[in-house]
């Protein structure tokens, strides 16, 4: 578990640095440094659990990342970038590796995705769950509808929405509160919202969702709203692809009754 900033800073920025592919002794020695400002191997040793002959390899290592610069002096001096420019600097290499990333995985898929996949797939934990949710939104190219409790209705999935209804996709949504309801409302006009299958706040019901009327996915909170949402077991969603699969069967006739037999909510 990743220390709290506020709590414990100098084991938070090692743990992240570490993350991003330093040594722990690189780790620890720049982490030194910035708390000395300046300082030499000695000093660098004196503040840390980093070993005396091991902090002219930290130096080494550091150096050639840009992060530290060495005064030739006797002793060498040693002095770390800010934390902007730290921050800048990694921040391009996650750019820069995203980026190749991409391109290679691009290279890598078939010229096209099957539309029809056989059987449901199954995904885990509330982020992906989300990364899902928000990948299918953004894929769609006639309509969305979207039932969900409320705490589910996160800023990535309302975002994925607005954007969806501004390329001109159909949005409905249903099972939020009024409170919910009014902000969707605002943030996308367009959407059309409609009374839930059943009071969600009374079942361990997630999120079901239909794509395009070929696309469908249905979520269940395994332990309730008492499980964090980084808690892998928090929620388990299943997801199927293509008009004869069976899932998107089920939920588009259910979707269609329901939608067809009501009134968008005012």
């Not at 690189?26 to 440094?33: C, I, M």
């Not at 060498?76 to 921040?91: H, L, N, Q």
């Not at 390329?167 to 949504?173: F, K, Y």
Request: glycine share 8%; aromatic share 6%; hydrophobic share 40%.
């Amino acid at each position: 578990m990743t220390p709290d900033p506020s709590d414990d800073p100098r084991s938070a920025a090692i743990e992240q640095l570490e993350q991003f592919g330093l040594s722990a002794y690189a780790a620890r020695t720049f982490v030194a440094l910035v708390s000395l400002g300046t300082g030499t191997a000695k000093d660098v040793s004196g503040v840390s659990d980093v070993p005396r002959t091991r902090v002219y390899d930290a130096i080494d290592e550091l150096h050639d990342l840009g992060l530290v610069d060495v005064q030739q002096s006797s002793p060498k001096e040693f002095w770390a970038i800010s934390a902007d420019t730290t921050a800048r600097k990694f921040e391009r290499e996650i750019d820069h590796r995203l980026s190749v990333l991409t391109t290679a995985l691009d290279e890598l898929e078939p010229v096209r995705r099957s539309e029809e996949q056989r059987g449901v797939w199954t995904v885990d934990g509330q982020a992906t769950v989300t990364d899902r949710v928000v990948e299918f939104v953004e894929g769609a190219d006639d309509e969305v509808v979207y039932m969900t409790v409320e705490d589910l209705l996160t800023e990535d999935v309302v975002d994925a929405l607005r954007d969806a209804a501004e390329r001109g996709v159909t949005i409905s949504l249903g099972g939020v509160s009024a409170d919910v309801q009014e902000q969707i409302g605002t943030e996308i006009p367009g959407a059309e919202l409609f009374e839930s299958l059943w009071v969600w706040s009374d079942t361990p019901a997630g999120r079901l969702m239909m794509v395009d009327g070929t696309q469908t996915l249905v979520s269940v909170l395994v332990n309730g709203h008492d499980a964090p949402p980084t808690d892998p077991r928090s929620e388990t969603a299943i997801w199927g692809s293509g008009e004869t699969n069976s899932l998107v069967v089920v939920l588009k006739a259910i979707f269609t009754w329901r939608l067809e037999g009501s009134e968008p909510s005012e």
